[in-house]
């Protein structure tokens, strides 16, 4: 796959690194919510509007055949069979949404996950994740990669309004998602870059990790992790170009001077 939408990166990706969540985080009951959060007020990242009168909207609940359609018709092609197509809208923000709290729901995920199991090795009593394991998110990464962000800003644009309202009715009423998206892709970047093996454990059924600290991060973080060091880095180096696309929308005289967080 050579092309797609910028509302897949971030967007899917963002989600889809919530579909590289291959730990069965459904058998986990939710945690507590963790709120948005509003140190600074108003709008700090606007997506400049754009003229809908001539080829209108849908509305929300039928938005799926409109976004379908304009992803199969830049990817040339059959659309990938790790998309989930219902619902679409909701399953991203929703995703985006939830990658800096403790949970994301498998059922709201925008993608499936990466097939198979995780491949780990153990040396005495140490289990780590084999190198072999990072080998499992190749394709993903690669999409990421591959995204021609600048060629998709004016779909991400165009659809905007939809994102906008389905996160107002996630609970958000005067909440701006593209500052949220902006928001979780600094807390992504923020994960740590760890060398050497990740040790793990295996208490019961799940894996976890062996150190405290890196267990204690979020879902996202967590998930950047456990793809290996050299595809987290690839990762970020995307979401660090998504973002400054993304803080560049705004019409000049409303942009800012904030530098991404690394």
Do not use: C
């Not at 108003?42 to 849908?58: F, K, M, N, Q, Y």
């Not at 995780?118 to 499992?136: C, M, Q």
């Not at 807390?187 to 793990?200: F, K, V």
């Amino acid at each position: 796959m050579k092309r797609t939408l910028l509302w897949l990166i971030p967007l899917i990706t963002l989600g889809a690194l919530a579909g590289l969540y291959f730990w069965p985080e459904s058998q986990k009951p939710p945690p507590p919510s963790v709120p948005v959060s509003t140190a600074e007020p108003g709008i700090r990242h606007p997506v400049e509007s754009v003229d809908a009168r001539e080829d209108p909207l849908p509305p929300l609940a039928e938005s799926d055949g409109a976004l379908r359609d304009q992803l199969a018709a830049l990817l040339g092609h059959e659309l990938p069979n790790f998309l989930y197509l219902k619902n679409i809208v909701h399953r991203i923000v929703a995703t985006v949404d939830n990658l800096p709290r403790d949970h994301v729901a498998p059922r709201l995920m925008p993608v499936k996950p990466v097939p198979g199991l995780p491949i780990t090795v153990k040396s005495g009593e140490d289990l780590a994740f084999s190198p072999k394991n990072a080998e499992r998110y190749r394709p993903y990464v690669g999409l990421a990669e591959a995204v021609p962000t600048d060629a998709a800003a004016a779909v991400y644009a165009r659809f905007y309004p939809l994102f906008q309202e389905q996160y107002e009715k996630l609970g958000y009423p005067g909440k701006y998602f593209n500052d949220r998206v902006v928001e979780v892709i600094d807390h992504l970047l923020a994960t740590p870059e760890i060398e050497g093996p990740l040790r793990l454990v295996q208490p019961r059924v799940l894996y976890e990790f062996a150190d405290p600290q890196l267990e204690n991060l979020s879902a996202g973080q967590k998930i950047l992790l456990r793809m290996g060091r050299a595809n987290e880095l690839k990762v970020k180096a995307k979401l660090r170009e998504i973002r400054q696309k993304l803080v560049s929308m705004a019409p000049k005289s409303e942009s800012r001077d904030d530098r991404p967080r690394s």
